[in-house]
Protein backbone atom coordinates (compact mmCIF):
# COMPACT_ATOMS: atom_id res chain seq x y z
CA UNK A 1 0.00 0.00 0.00
CA UNK A 2 0.99 3.49 -0.74
CA UNK A 3 -0.60 6.53 1.19
CA UNK A 4 -0.39 10.12 -1.40
CA UNK A 5 -1.09 13.71 -0.39
CA UNK A 6 -0.88 16.24 -2.56
CA UNK A 7 0.21 19.56 -1.66
CA UNK A 8 0.98 23.42 -3.70
CA UNK A 9 -1.96 24.08 -5.67
CA UNK A 10 -3.70 27.21 -5.63
CA UNK A 11 -4.49 30.36 -7.67
CA UNK A 12 -1.83 31.77 -10.06
CA UNK A 13 -1.95 34.60 -13.14
CA UNK A 14 -1.01 33.30 -16.67
CA UNK A 15 2.63 33.41 -16.99
CA UNK A 16 3.42 32.42 -13.03
CA UNK A 17 4.22 29.17 -12.03
CA UNK A 18 3.65 26.99 -8.78
CA UNK A 19 5.35 23.78 -7.67
CA UNK A 20 3.61 20.65 -6.73
CA UNK A 21 4.26 18.17 -4.15
CA UNK A 22 3.73 14.93 -3.44
CA UNK A 23 4.55 13.12 -0.18
CA UNK A 24 4.10 9.27 -0.16
CA UNK A 25 4.21 6.67 2.69
CA UNK A 26 3.96 3.22 2.72
CA UNK A 27 5.76 1.06 0.69
CA UNK A 28 9.20 1.40 -0.31
CA UNK A 29 9.11 4.76 -1.97
CA UNK A 30 11.98 4.31 -4.30
CA UNK A 31 9.99 0.87 -5.58
CA UNK A 32 7.31 2.63 -7.21
CA UNK A 33 7.18 4.57 -10.20
CA UNK A 34 4.91 7.94 -9.76
CA UNK A 35 2.95 9.68 -12.45
CA UNK A 36 1.29 13.13 -12.99
CA UNK A 37 -2.38 13.48 -14.55
CA UNK A 38 -4.92 16.07 -13.97
CA UNK A 39 -8.56 16.49 -14.64
CA UNK A 40 -10.42 19.55 -15.92
CA UNK A 41 -14.63 20.03 -15.47
CA UNK A 42 -15.85 17.44 -17.89
CA UNK A 43 -12.93 16.39 -19.36
CA UNK A 44 -11.25 12.78 -19.20
CA UNK A 45 -8.32 12.35 -16.62
CA UNK A 46 -5.15 13.47 -18.70
CA UNK A 47 -1.38 12.46 -18.49
CA UNK A 48 0.98 15.36 -17.64
CA UNK A 49 4.00 13.40 -16.81
CA UNK A 50 6.10 10.39 -15.29
CA UNK A 51 9.52 9.60 -13.59
CA UNK A 52 11.31 6.24 -12.90
CA UNK A 53 11.66 4.44 -9.34
CA UNK A 54 15.68 6.17 -9.33
CA UNK A 55 14.62 9.23 -11.20
CA UNK A 56 16.46 8.98 -13.99
CA UNK A 57 13.97 8.92 -16.55
CA UNK A 58 11.19 11.31 -17.14
CA UNK A 59 8.40 12.06 -19.45
CA UNK A 60 5.82 14.46 -20.15
CA UNK A 61 2.87 15.01 -22.59
CA UNK A 62 3.67 17.27 -25.32
CA UNK A 63 0.82 19.77 -23.95
CA UNK A 64 3.20 20.36 -20.87
CA UNK A 65 6.75 19.70 -22.44
CA UNK A 66 8.97 22.50 -21.95
CA UNK A 67 6.73 24.00 -19.21
CA UNK A 68 6.42 21.59 -16.54
CA UNK A 69 9.21 19.54 -14.81
CA UNK A 70 9.26 16.22 -12.62
CA UNK A 71 11.53 15.46 -10.35
CA UNK A 72 11.68 13.20 -6.92
CA UNK A 73 13.63 13.27 -3.83
CA UNK A 74 13.62 9.31 -2.37
CA UNK A 75 14.98 10.42 0.87
CA UNK A 76 12.10 12.76 1.16
CA UNK A 77 9.49 10.21 -0.09
CA UNK A 78 8.44 13.29 -2.34
CA UNK A 79 8.06 13.75 -5.85
CA UNK A 80 7.76 17.13 -7.56
CA UNK A 81 5.78 18.85 -10.43
CA UNK A 82 7.64 22.41 -11.38
CA UNK A 83 5.00 24.17 -13.67
CA UNK A 84 5.97 26.82 -15.38
CA UNK A 85 4.63 29.54 -17.78
CA UNK A 86 1.26 28.57 -17.17
CA UNK A 87 -2.05 28.79 -19.32
CA UNK A 88 -5.61 29.05 -17.89
CA UNK A 89 -6.23 26.20 -19.59
CA UNK A 90 -3.77 24.37 -17.31
CA UNK A 91 -6.71 24.76 -15.08
CA UNK A 92 -7.84 21.73 -13.51
CA UNK A 93 -7.18 18.93 -10.43
CA UNK A 94 -3.90 17.62 -10.39
CA UNK A 95 -3.35 14.16 -9.52
CA UNK A 96 -0.10 12.40 -8.56
CA UNK A 97 0.09 8.41 -8.76
CA UNK A 98 2.12 5.33 -8.23
CA UNK A 99 2.81 1.76 -9.50
CA UNK A 100 5.44 -0.83 -9.10
CA UNK A 101 7.31 -1.41 -11.60
CA UNK A 102 8.32 0.94 -14.54
CA UNK A 103 6.74 4.45 -15.46
CA UNK A 104 3.81 4.52 -17.50
CA UNK A 105 1.46 7.55 -19.26
CA UNK A 106 -1.90 5.21 -18.69
CA UNK A 107 -3.83 6.57 -16.10
CA UNK A 108 -5.30 2.72 -15.63
CA UNK A 109 -1.34 1.22 -15.12
CA UNK A 110 -1.52 3.18 -11.45
CA UNK A 111 -2.55 0.92 -8.41
CA UNK A 112 -2.22 4.62 -5.61
CA UNK A 113 -3.76 7.60 -6.13
CA UNK A 114 -3.66 11.26 -4.09
CA UNK A 115 -6.98 13.09 -3.13
CA UNK A 116 -5.75 15.39 -5.76
CA UNK A 117 -5.05 19.48 -5.62
CA UNK A 118 -6.67 22.35 -7.58
CA UNK A 119 -4.69 24.23 -9.49
CA UNK A 120 -6.68 27.95 -11.24
CA UNK A 121 -4.89 29.92 -13.94
CA UNK A 122 -6.52 33.10 -14.15
CA UNK A 123 -6.43 35.45 -17.47
Known amino acids: QVQLVESGGGLVQAGGSLRLSCAAS????????MGWFRQAPGKEREFIAT????????YAADSVKGRFTTSRDNAKNTVYLQMNSLKPEDTAVYYC????????????????WGQGTQVTVSS
Open 51 to 58: ISQSGAST
Open 26 to 33: GRTFSSVA
Open 97 to 112: AAKAGYSSSYYYDYDY
